[in-house]
């Protein structure tokens, strides 16, 4: 049932996404860091397929790659310090008191209060920063290979490839959302663990592994 749940969110994603929306809805912090998971990776796809050696479209490429990995140190901190601090408290309360409160507030606008709280503003607002850099560099490729190529995040965008794109980026976190509830119903893992699972697999992937099929599991 709960396998059932996750695909039925994550189809219904897809439908605002492909249907002439720009951004997935805001439902939390998590639904946030989605958002810029699925963005950034899908441009870096792209973006590396390009083997034009033209100086001009080199010279923006490598300002993508440059942008996302900036961004990627972000996301990483961001997560990685998130899930330390629950870790030293031995509780989700840290982590449910931003989800709420990044369920009323966008990244780029969000100054959560509080001595464990108030840390994580600042830190959010230099992911959608960062994120706003890559869209616009991104912007500026587009240009220089003068091709338009459509993304999921696209108005209007449809196809084969943005189909293809969101399900290649879609299957990796429904099958972690899955891994996660079978491990806690085998090793009865702490919801602090099961936390810090999930944010781990926000982390951006590093731009040589995009694209890659995953390999497939070897039977017993």
Not at 10 to 26: A, D, V
Request: hydrophobic content about 40%; glycine content about 6%.
């Amino acid at each position: 049932m709960k396998k059932v749940v996750i695909l039925f969110v994550f189809c219904s994603l897809f439908n605002h996404i492909t249907w002439g929306q720009s951004s997935m809805p805001n439902i939390g912090l998590v639904s946030q860091l989605v958002q810029v998971k699925y963005e950034a990776e899908n441009i870096v796809s792209q973006v590396s397929q390009d083997t034009s050696t033209a100086a001009q479209i080199q010279a923006s490429k490598q300002i993508v790659l440059k942008t996302y990995n900036e961004l990627r140190m972000q996301v990483d901190a961001v997560v990685l310090q998130l899930g330390a601090d629950m870790q030293v408290k031995g509780s989700v309360r840290l982590f449910k008191k931003l989800n709420k409160y990044y369920s009323k507030h966008l990244l780029m606008d969000g100054d959560p209060q509080g001595k464990s709280l108030s840390k994580y503003g600042p830190a959010f607002r230099r992911i959608y920063v960062l994120n706003s850099e890559l869209q616009q560099a991104n912007k500026q490729w587009t240009l220089a290979t003068n091709n338009k190529k459509p993304t999921i995040f696209d108005k209007g965008a449809a196809g084969d490839k943005g189909v293809d794109a969101f399900v290649s980026g879609a299957l990796p976190v429904i099958e972690l959302g899955w891994t996660i509830i079978k491990e806690w119903k085998a090793a009865n893992q702490s919801k602090v663990e099961g936390i810090v699972t999930l944010l781990d697999g926000l982390r951006l992937t590093a731009p040589q592994d995009l694209g890659k099929k995953p390999e497939a599991k070897k039977e017993d």
